[in-house]
C-alpha cells in the first residue's frame, strides 16, 4: 500500500487546514491509520490515528485534541486531517500511514504556521 498527500499550505495562526491522503489500492479498510508530524526536531511523531472502519475508533496526542479530527472513507481510499486552531507548533511536513507497522513513506505535505 501507499500513500500521497496532499493540502497542506502556509496558513496563520487559528486558521484551518485539510490534509487529505489517497491511498493506493482497496486495502486501506483492513489497516488503523495516522497522520505524522515531522517537525523542526526532527522527529516523526503520531498525532493522529483511526481505527478499522468497523469500529472508526479515533485518538489524538495531547496538543491536537480538540483542534484536529481524522477521518477516512474507506471506499474513496482516502484519509482526512481537518486541523483547526492551528499553532505554530503544528508546523512540519504531515504523512499518512499505517500504525505501527509502516509501509513505504510517502511525499508527505508542508504545513507551516508562522509565529
Known amino acids: 500500500l501507499q500513500f500521497v498527500e496532499s493540502g497542506g499550505e502556509l496558513v496563520q495562526p487559528g486558521g484551518s487546514l485539510r490534509l487529505s491522503c489517497e491511498a493506493s489500492d482497496g486495502t486501506l479498510w483492513f489497516y488503523e491509520v495516522g497522520w505524522y508530524r515531522h517537525g523542526p526536531n526532527n522527529q516523526r511523531e503520531l498525532v493522529a490515528r483511526?481505527?478499522?472502519?468497523?469500529?472508526?475508533?479515533?485518538h489524538y496526542e495531547d496538543s491536537v485534541k480538540g483542534r484536529f479530527t481524522i477521518s477516512r472513507d474507506d471506499d474513496k481510499r482516502m484519509v482526512y486531517l481537518q486541523m483547526n486552531s492551528l499553532k505554530p507548533e503544528d508546523t512540519g511536513v504531515y504523512y499518512c500511514n499505517r500504525v505501527d507497522h509502516f509501509f513505504a513513506w510517502g511525499p508527505g505535505t508542508q504545513v507551516t504556521v508562522p509565529s
Open positions: 483511526i481505527d478499522r472502519s468497523s469500529s472508526g475508533v479515533t
